[in-house]
C-alpha cells in the first residue's frame, strides 16, 4: 500500500479534533510566491489567544486541506503539540493539489543554485519560511518542520541550505533513497504491489491546481494480489491498456529507470546533509514496511557528514507512522506491554520541539532512544548502533544448521529450483492489498516449500541481544544468469520438532543478483560459478530469549511484494511471458565457500 496506510491511519488517529481546533485558532489561506514565480498554497491557523508563538509547519504532496476559511482539520504531529498552541502551518507542495508547478518524484536537490530558476524543497521552504515570519503576525522568530513518509522527505530536503530561522527538524520514516531500500525498489528489485496501487492515485496526472484528483488512474479490482500479478505477467504489462497505459509520467520513470542511474542518484537526498546544524529527531518502526530504510540512513547519513550536530533517533515497535496513534501495545500477535505511542508524544515529540522552539524544558541527551523488541523495553544509547555491538558470524552449516563455527572443507551446499511461475509468496494468505502485517509473521508457511533453504540454531542457552545492521554474505551458484535473493532472520520460539512454535520474522530484505557487484553496472553470473552476494539487512533491536532458536531462511523470490526476476540477465521491466525460466539455485557451506551472516550481537 505504500504511503496510503499512513494516509488512512492518520485520519483515524486525529480525527475528532477539529472542534478544538476551530475554538482556539483562526484559520487563513495563502499563496505564496517562491524566487521563480510559482505560487505554493498555503494553510495558516493562528492561535486566538494573544502571544509569541513558534512556527510549526508539514509540507505535504498529501492536500493540505480541508480548504475554506470555515473547515476545519487537525493540527501538528499530535495533540499535546496542538494544545500546547503553535502557529501550525499545512503547505501543498510544489505541483500538487492548491499548489502551482510542476511535482518531481523526490524532487533532486540542487545544491548550486544559479539563478532563480534553480528551485528544490530547500528553496521552497526557504522563501515560504521567509514569507511566514513577514506575514504572519505573533511568531517568535522560530521554525519547526515535521512530516511523516512523503512529508517526511519534504522535512528533511529543507535541511541543506535551510533557512536561519528553521530551529528544529523531524523527519518521520522520511522517503530516502528510493532504489536502494525504501518504497520504490530494494536493493535494485522493484516493489510491484505496493507501487502499482499507490501510483493509481498518486500518479494521476493534472492540468492545474485542483482540490481534489478525482478518479484513480484506471479502475481496477482484484481480491488476491498474488494471482492478479501472476496472471499480469512481466512488470512492463503494467503500463498496457489496462492499467497505467503511459497515464502516470512518475510510473513511466520507475520502468525506464532499472538501475542506479542519474535520476535515482539525483533523488538520494543523503548526500546533502552535510554540515546540518539544526537539531533533528529522526523517527522510524522496525516493523515500517515502506520506510525502515528511510528513518536509518537518514539518522546515519546526518551522524557521519554533519557529526557536531544535534542528531536523535528514535526507533519504536510500529508499523508506518503508528507512533501518531493515540494507542499502540500490540501489533499482530506481539504485545508490547505499554502505550509506546504515547510514550513517543508524551516524552519525546512534544519535548524536542517545546524546548528548541520556546525554550521550554529540557531534552534528555539520549542519542537513541529505541525499543528492543523480544523484551519489551525502552532502551537509550549515546551511539546508533551502540558501541558495545559487535558482529558476529553466523555460518550456513551441512544439515541446515547455523552455528558460529567454520563450516567443515569439501564442497558442501544445499539445492532449490527456482520458478518464476510459482513464486514464494511473501505472505501466508490472500489479500488484495499488503498484509500489513508480514514483517513478523509467522514463517512456517515458507518453511514447507521446496524452494526455501532454513537453517536453525540449536537451542539458546542465554537470551541473545542484537542492536544494528545485519549482513548476509552468501556464496551461490545458479544455471541462469540472474536470480534474486532474499535473506530472512526469524525468532524460532521453543516447542517440539521444527514445525512446533512461533517462526517469527524479524528481519528480511531482497537483493537482485545482478547488482551485486554495481548498482550502476549490472552483470550477468556465469551459470555453475560460484559468485559472493553480499547485502544488508535493515538494522534491528532484538533479544532471542533463552531456549529460543535462530533461523536463517534463503529464498529466490518475494512475491507480490518484488516483482519477477525472470532469471535471464536483462532489463526486466522489457521481459516477455518467454523469458521467464527455471533455475538451480546452490548455497555452498563449506570451508572454501562459506555463506553466513554478520549478526549485530550486544555484548
Known sequence: MKRISLIVFLFAALSGRSQYVKENYDKTEAD?????????????????????????????????????????????????????????VIQDVRGRYMSEGMNLEVTPHIAVKKGKKDV?????????????????????????????????????????????????????????????????????????????????????????????????????????????????????????EKYYNGKSYIWNEYLQHDTYDAYWKARNIRQHLKNISIPTLVVGGWFDAEDLFGALRTYSAIEKQSPANKNFLVMGPWTHGAWASGNWTRYGPLSFGSNTSAFYQDSIETVFFNYYL????????????????????????????????????????????????????????????????????????????????????DQYFALLRPDVLAYTTVVLSNDITLAGEIKADLKVSITGTDADFIVKLIDVSPGTGDSAGLHQLVRAEVMRGKFRKSFEKPVPFVPGKVETVSFAL??????????????????????????????????????????????NIRVYHDAGNASRVLLPVLQ
Open 32 to 88: 505564496i510566491k517562491m524566487r521563480d514565480g510559482i505560487h505554493l498554497h498555503t494553510v495558516i491557523y493562528t492561535p486566538k489567544e494573544t502571544g509569541s508563538y513558534p512556527i510549526l509547519m508539514e509540507r505535504t504532496p498529501y492536500s493540505a486541506g480541508p480548504y475554506g476559511k470555515d473547515i476545519h482539520g487537525s493540527l501538528g504531529p499530535n495533540k499535546n503539540l496542538m494544545k500546547e498552541k503553535y502557529i501550525f
Open 120 to 240: 528544490d524543497e530547500s528553496s521552497d521552504t526557504y522563501d515560504t519560511v521567509d514569507w511566514l515570519l513577514k506575514n504572519v503576525k505573533n511568531n517568535n522568530g522560530r521554525v519547526g518542520l515535521h512530516g511523516i513518509s512523503y512529508p517526511g522527505f519534504y522535512a528533511t530536503a529543507c535541511l541543506p541550505g535551510a533557512h536561519p530561522a528553521i530551529k528544529a527538524v523531524s523527519p518521520q520514516a522520511p522517503v530516502t533513497d528510493e532504489f536502494m531500500g525504501d518504497d520504490a525498489n530494494h536493493n535494485g528489485a522493484f516493489f510491484l504491489m505496493d507501487n502499482f496501487s499507490f501510483m493509481n492515485y498518486f500518479g494521476k496526472e493534472r492540468k492545474g491546481p485542483v482540490a481534489d484528483y478525482g478518479s484513480q488512474v484506471f479502475p481496477v479490482k482484484f481480491k488476491d494480489a498474488y494471482q492478479f500479478f501472476l496472471e499480469m505477467g512481466s512488470v512492463g504489462n503494467t503500463n498496457g
Open 358 to 441: 520556546k525554550d521550554k524544558g529540557r531534552f534528555p541527551a539520549h542519542e537513541a532512544t529505541v525499543f528492543e523488541t523480544g523484551n519489551n523495553q525502552w532502551r537509550t544509547f549515546n551511539t546508533w548502533p551502540p558501541a558495545a555491538s559487535k558482529p558476529v558470524a553466523y555460518y550456513l552449516q551441512p544439515g541446515k544448521a547455523l552455528s558460529t563455527d567454520q563450516p567443515p572443507g569439501g564442497e558442501s551446499f544445499d539445492e532449490y529450483t527456482s520458478d518464476p511461475a510459482n513464486p514464494v509468496p511473501y505472505t501466508n494468505g490472500v489479500f488484495a492489498f499488503r498484509n500489513n502485517k508480514y514483517m513478523v509473521e
Open 538 to 583: 535493515n538494522d534491528v533491536m532484538h533479544t532471542f530469549k533463552k531456549g529460543h532458536r535462530i533461523m536463517i531462511q534463503v529464498q529466490s523470490s518475494w512475491f507480490p511484494l518484488a516483482d519477477r526476476n525472470p532469471q535471464k540477465f536483462m532489463r526486466i521491466p522489457d521481459a516477455q511471458s518467454t523469458d521467464f525460466q527455471k533455475a
